[in-house]
């Protein structure tokens, strides 16, 4: 599986883009193409602890037919006191879930805010 590494600072807000594409780099419609998209955020690589659980207008949104933005908040970002994090991207469609890839969330644990 295809692992993202993303850095999130510890008590900011981070927003980032996921865009989709195909094998002939064509954009993925996927907003129509799956009944449902979800992200859970895991203290364990191994197995999911759901520390958090995105879903589409929970912490994820389309901003294109091939695009999702996920974004943490303030407040969810202070409660990550490990490390690192882990969350697989996951689809649904006619009740069969497929893992896009992995993100790997590397916490930075301090941040001065002024």
Do not use: C
């Not at 590494?5 to 996927?30: A, H, S, Y």
């Not at 943490?72 to 490390?83: E, I, M």
């Not at 991207?89 to 301090?110: D, G, Y």
């Amino acid at each position: 599986m295809n692992t993202l590494k993303v850095t999130i600072t510890r008590g900011d807000d981070k927003e980032f883009l996921l865009k989709f594409f195909d094998e002939l780099n064509e954009p993925l419609n996927i907003r129509d193409n799956y009944d449902s998209l979800f992200l859970d955020i895991s203290s364990r690589p191994d197995r999911q602890t759901e520390e958090f659980k995105f879903n589409l207008g929970f912490g994820m949104s389309f901003v294109d037919n091939h695009i999702i933005k996920v974004s943490l908040n303030y407040n969810q970002t202070q409660f990550l006191y490990q490390k690192t994090y882990w969350g697989d991207l996951k689809a649904i469609k006619n009740a069969v879930v497929t893992t896009f890839f992995r993100i790997e969330f590397n916490v930075i644990q301090s941040t001065t805010k002024i």
